[in-house]
Every structure is written in structure tokens, then in C-alpha cells.
């Protein structure tokens, strides 16, 4: 069996992982299809519910988020990517055993912008799933299809 390595792939080298430094001590970040699943934990279970309310966040602040424009609405969002990303990197943590040790000082807005950089960059838009042409999009059509010629042979 071939590995990712033998690809000349070194995991740590990709887009959607990096690393944050808290309290002194640096911390992997990664975003994966696992980061969705802490992240809907975190947000009651609803990752979509989250990606909504983050691109309202961004929207409203104009793409500018400092300590004055903050609501509490905000902070949970900012919370909920930071968790998962730290959680996915690695950290096996509680998530208020994570969120204490963060507290709440400038490096949390530094390490949520690294963790939205990886974000935005790894996300896809519903526009994106839409132009899919994956085997789940193949499947409906031919389901489709296949009402289509019963409802014909009956007639």
C-alpha cells in the first residue's frame, strides 16, 4: 500500500493545518471534515446553523472583527472554530477546559484569524455543491429517470 508520503505529500505542509501559539505554548490547528463534527457539538448540533451565523458575523463587521464590535453571538462562533480546530489538531480537552484556558485577550482574536484563514481557504459555498457532479447528484437523476419510464410503461 502506497502512503501520501511516497506521493512526495507531507500532511503537516498543507493549506488546512497550521500552528497557533496560546499562553506560550504552540497548539496544531487543523480543519477537517472532523472540525465540522466538534464544531456542531459545540453549536448544538448543527454545523450548517454555524456557517450561517459566521458569514452574518463577517458580513456585519465588514470583514473587520476587533474586541469593540463583538457580541456574545460572535464569541460562540469565534469559540466554536477555535475548539474544533484545536480538538482536530490534536488537543484532548473538554471544551470548557479549553475554553478556560483561552480566556479571553488579544490572542484570541490572533488565533481566530489564523483559524479563519484555514477556514475560508478549506470551506466550500452551497453555489460550489450545486455545479457538483458527484455520484450523489448521478443517483437523483437516474431515480428520476427510472419514475419516468414506469409512469410511461403504465400508460
Known amino acids: 500500500m502506497a502512503k501520501l508520503s511516497d506521493y512526495g505529500i507531507i500532511v503537516d505542509d498543507l493549506t488546512n493545518s497550521q500552528t497557533v501559539t496560546i499562553q506560550g ?14 464544531i456542531a457539538d459545540i453549536y448544538g448540533g448543527d454545523y450548517s446553523r454555524f456557517e450561517d451565523d459566521m458569514n452574518a458575523m463577517i458580513e456585519k463587521s465588514n470583514g473587520e472583527i476587533n474586541s469593540k464590535n463583538l457580541t456574545a453571538a460572535d464569541l460562540k462562533i469565534m469559540r466554536a472554530l477555535i475548539y474544533g ?15 478556560k484556558f483561552l480566556g479571553m485577550n488579544s490572542s484570541v ?29 448521478y443517483r437523483t437523476t437516474q431515480k428520476k429517470v427510472s419514475k419516468k419510464r414506469k409512469n410511461n410503461r403504465k400508460k
Do not use: N, W
Not at 505554548?25 to 466538534?38: G, K, S
Not at 480546530?85 to 475554553?99: N, R, V
Not at 482574536?109 to 455520484?135: G, N, T
Open 109 to 137: 482574536l490572533e488565533i481566530y484569524a489564523v483559524c479563519m484563514e484555514i477556514f475560508s481557504d478549506q470551506s466550500f459555498q452551497v453555489e460550489d455543491l450545486k455545479k457538483s457532479r458527484k455520484p450523489q447528484d
Open 25 to 38: 505554548h504552540d497548539f496544531p490547528i487543523v480543519f477537517t471534515m472532523e472540525t465540522m463534527e466538534y
Open 85 to 99: 480546530m484545536l480538538k482536530t489538531g490534536g488537543l484532548d480537552e473538554s471544551p470548557s477546559t479549553i475554553f
